[in-house]
């Protein structure tokens, strides 16, 4: 959810793990009991996808928040006789997928999703390029443009569709841009708690001239911080996260997302794999597709947080696990997955651009590296670069 959490990515793991290995393997047969096997994550403290058991533990995308008091519903279908309307979606038997797992257990606790046109908020927090807004924009802007090349954003996003809600109705095929609203004077400080970033929306929401507008039935509001903004647990357990304004804080319940750029502060966490944590010696980081690794990083998180947003904006959607405090929603289960093959400390197959970049993905006229997404039909993670596209 997050990183509403964790919501996040990939690097080899620190050797901890493998020295508790080997004396176990080394002293089991005094012990009288048998060796340990410890799978080893690319990254600190990744799960392993989908078919780890236990949810619990951090997340690199949070889509849950210790102030969330809600209770365990059932799930299930809300109906009978309901079923995903997934016929238009052209999914058919396309091995669009990886990661599948028995034990994955998704389901729909009776809350809203988006099921009308979405539109897109953004607050730039910070000091922002032109261009770093550009590649950001044209991100948002390729979710709905079916006419991209393939494999497409718009392809990717279909997965996504088909959850539905109480009714059948799908989410919406169309995410626009909305208003903006530039922070450039960090009204709130360069260091964000997850309660001040509410006050930063209802700034931007309050403001005297040229609010954004209160939509909270199908408006998202993404509030991006610069490289040089801290928020609490950032390149610790989250890269970015979304949940829900308080009334009391805010004035309205707005769903919403955070994302960081990583550049300065942690890029070998947030922005991985166009750039490598210092303790892995050897290991090259990936070409961006846009020439920026910060950004490029975030790009995939914004996907991660607007798919989970859509798909359980109150967080009483869509997601699977026992402790709605900590759901795991549909990018938690595919966290770090981005093409066939994908799963444990292998991110999958991906394409090499002509300029050596590497992505997953098309927009409009950029390219992309983007996270699968579960699709709860097949019981699997679901994208649209699969090798028999």
């Given at each position: 959810?997050?990183?509403?959490?964790?919501?996040?990515?990939?690097?080899?793991?620190?050797?901890?793990?493998?020295?508790?290995?080997?004396?176990?393997?080394?002293?089991?047969?005094?012990?009288?009991?048998?060796?340990?096997?410890?799978?080893?994550?690319?990254?600190?403290?990744?799960?392993?996808?989908?078919?780890?058991?236990?949810?619990?533990?951090?997340?690199?995308?949070?889509?849950?928040?210790?102030?969330?008091?809600?209770?365990?519903?059932?799930?299930?279908?809300?109906?009978?006789?309901?079923?995903?309307?997934?016929s238009y979606l052209d999914i058919g038997g396309s091995k669009k997928y990886e990661g599948s797992s028995e034990f994955v257990h998704l389901k729909y606790h009776m809350g809203p999703v988006l099921t009308a046109n979405i539109t897109v908020h953004t607050i730039w927090y910070g000091t922002w390029q032109k261009n770093q807004k550009?590649?950001?924009?044209?991100?948002?802007?390729?979710?709905?443009?079916?006419?991209?090349?393939?494999?497409?954003?718009?392809?990717?996003?279909?997965?996504?569709?088909?959850?539905?809600?109480?009714?059948?109705?799908?989410?919406?095929?169309?995410?626009?841009?909305?208003?903006?609203?530039?922070?450039?004077?960090?009204?709130?400080?360069?260091?964000?708690?997850?309660?001040?970033?509410?006050?930063?929306?209802?700034?931007?929401?309050?403001?005297?001239?040229?609010?954004?507008?209160?939509?909270p039935k199908?408006?998202?509001?993404?509030?991006?911080?610069?490289?040089?903004?801290?928020?609490?647990?950032?390149?610790?357990?989250?890269?970015?996260?979304?949940?829900?304004?308080?009334?009391?804080?805010?004035?309205?319940?707005?769903?919403?997302?955070?994302?960081?750029?990583?550049?300065?502060?942690?890029?070998?966490?947030?922005?991985?794999p166009f750039a490598v944590p210092d303790y892995i010696p050897g290991l090259k980081p990936l070409r961006s597709p846009n020439g920026d690794s910060g950004v490029d990083g975030m790009i995939s998180v914004i996907g991660h947080e607007i798919a989970e947003l859509a798909t359980n904006p109150l967080v009483n959607a869509w997601y699977a696990g026992g402790d709605p405090v900590f759901p795991v929603e549909i990018a938690d289960l595919c966290e770090g997955i981005y093409g066939t093959g994908g799963g444990g400390s292998y991110t999958g197959q991906m394409l090499n651009g002509a300029d050596g970049a590497t992505y997953n993905m098309n927009g409009i006229r950029r390219r992309f590296l983007v996270q699968w997404v579960w699709n709860h039909v097949l019981n699997y993670c679901s994208g649209p670069n699969a090798l028999d596209q």
């Open positions: 959810m997050c990183h509403r959490c964790v919501h996040q990515f990939r690097f080899p793991a620190p050797p901890l793990p493998v020295l508790i290995t080997l004396i176990f393997a080394v002293f089991s047969p005094f012990l009288f009991i048998p060796p340990v096997v410890v799978g080893l994550r690319p990254w600190p403290n990744q799960k392993i996808n989908a078919t780890y058991l236990d949810f619990g533990g951090s997340k690199k995308y949070e889509g849950s928040s210790k102030f969330n008091d809600m209770s365990p519903v059932g799930g299930g279908r809300p109906w009978p006789s309901q079923k995903t309307n997934a550009r590649i950001i924009r044209e991100f948002i802007n390729s979710i709905s443009e079916v006419d991209s090349k393939r494999p497409s954003v718009s392809g990717w996003w279909k997965t996504v569709q088909l959850y539905t809600d109480q009714t059948g109705a799908n989410i919406s095929r169309t995410v626009r841009l909305g208003e903006e609203k530039n922070d450039r004077f960090y009204s709130h400080g360069k260091t964000l708690t997850r309660l001040s970033i509410q006050s930063v929306i209802k700034s931007a929401v309050t403001a005297s001239t040229r609010p954004l507008p209160i939509n199908s408006g998202l509001y993404l509030l991006l911080t610069s490289e040089d903004v801290y928020v609490q647990d950032f390149c610790q357990n989250v890269c970015g996260f979304h949940y829900f304004t308080f009334p009391s804080i805010v004035g309205y319940t707005l769903p919403y997302a955070w994302v960081g750029n990583s550049a300065k502060l942690c890029p070998g966490v947030c922005s991985y």
